[in-house]
């Protein structure tokens, strides 16, 4: 079967054959990545799931489930709807909801800082392995620039936004040793994209937030919400804000590759906004945003594929269509006087937060 050109943004040149997807599918063949030796579990592990979509396509006939690449883009963006509104929950109630934004940016500058080794020095080093150095650097300078400062965080991060994005469009622009990049696929996102080896490093990113959150939600509840106080208890404010713009840095560089440089930050805000409208407690409003996240990735994916629509575009606009009714629904809830109702616009924390 032959994807037609510009479906979803892929060329009928980037297509897998079906057959690839079929339950007696060969493990995924490497690009002969340096990474390749420790990457090769979840290689396994992505031809596993590679097998199963393939199997369920076969068996109802949904044509986007019959290609390699879907099959990876599908599991990314299942990721990114768990470790976006996860980190976004904590942002939001922060006031720290354009931190995506300057991450994404500086994000692009390590995206741009991998191709031009590869390309100048023939490394042959993953663009979205030096994205996430660039971005954890970037992340944690945001943090530095207010805590010696004073600044305001929106200054440190309009700060960072500008130098990353400047250093990315420069050494873009470089042709030194005949780099030549296309870049539309970092800017705007790319279900083609989407390698074995770049799912493998998302897998390992997505393990690392879900089990740091796991180990200091408490922590980072209490200095989300009383920053003060959990400072007088003992608690290393500081370090905690550092360990959550990191997280922020991973989830970032992980969503850019289906979501693009410019869209990536909506995944962190809109279905945590939406969840707020509807949802009494923290832990609730987490939930509900996971929920809204994965709703907007199915529903997006298929409609660009099938629409042939730039995937995170279509995403965005699910998302804020899911934000929308979320507003209603909370206002509906509202004016019948439901005492289960949400006041809109606050969340309380949970309680036994220590």
């Known amino acids: 079967m032959t994807l037609p050109t510009g479906a979803a943004g892929v060329l009928a040149t980037d297509v897998v054959d079906s057959s690839a997807a079929s339950p007696a599918a060969a493990l995924l063949q490497s690009d002969g990545s340096a990474l390749d030796p420790v990457l090769a579990p979840i290689y396994y592990l992505l031809d596993l799931w590679s097998v199963l979509l393939g199997a369920f396509g076969e068996a109802t006939g949904l044509e986007l489930l019959q290609y390699g690449f879907m099959h990876r883009a599908i599991l990314v963006g299942l990721c990114i709807g768990v470790m976006a509104p996860l980190i976004g929950t904590f942002l939001v109630h922060r006031q720290l909801a354009l931190i995506g934004d300057a991450l994404a940016h500086t994000a692009f500058a390590g995206v741009a800082v991998g191709l031009f080794l590869n390309g100048v020095l023939n490394l042959g080093v993953s663009p979205y392995l030096t994205a996430v150095v660039v971005a954890v650097l970037a992340a944690l300078l945001i943090e530095v620039i207010s805590e010696v400062t004073d600044a305001y965080n929106d200054v440190s991060m309009a700060i960072v936004l500008s130098t990353g994005f400047a250093l990315g469009t420069v050494l873009i622009s470089l042709n030194a040793g005949g780099l030549a990049v296309g870049i539309n696929q970092y800017l705007f996102g790319n279900l083609s994209t989407v390698s074995a080896e770049n799912a493998a490093i998302l897998l390992v990113l997505f393990a690392i937030i879900v089990a740091t959150v796991g180990l200091t939600r408490n922590q980072l509840l209490y200095v989300t919400f009383d920053e003060t106080a959990a400072e007088v208890s003992g608690i290393p404010v ?31 805000v809109v279905p945590v906004a939406g969840a707020t409208q509807v949802s009494r407690s923290f832990t609730e409003s987490l939930l509900v945003s996971v929920v809204l996240a994965e709703l907007a990735v199915l529903l997006g994916i298929g409609f660009s594929y099938y629409g042939e629509a730039t995937a995170g575009g279509v995403i965005v606009l699910v998302a804020v269509a899911i934000y929308v009714v979320a507003v209603a629904v909370g206002k509906l809830r509202e004016a019948r006087g439901d005492d289960d109702a949400p006041e809109l616009g606050g969340i309380d924390a949970d309680d036994g937060v220590a």
């Not at 370090?239 to 922020?248: A, D, E, S």
């Open 238 to 268: 500081n370090w905690y804000n550092r360990v959550m713009v990191m997280l922020t840095a991973l989830v970032v560089v992980g969503a850019m590759q289906i979501m693009g440089v410019i869209l990536v930050a909506a995944m962190l």
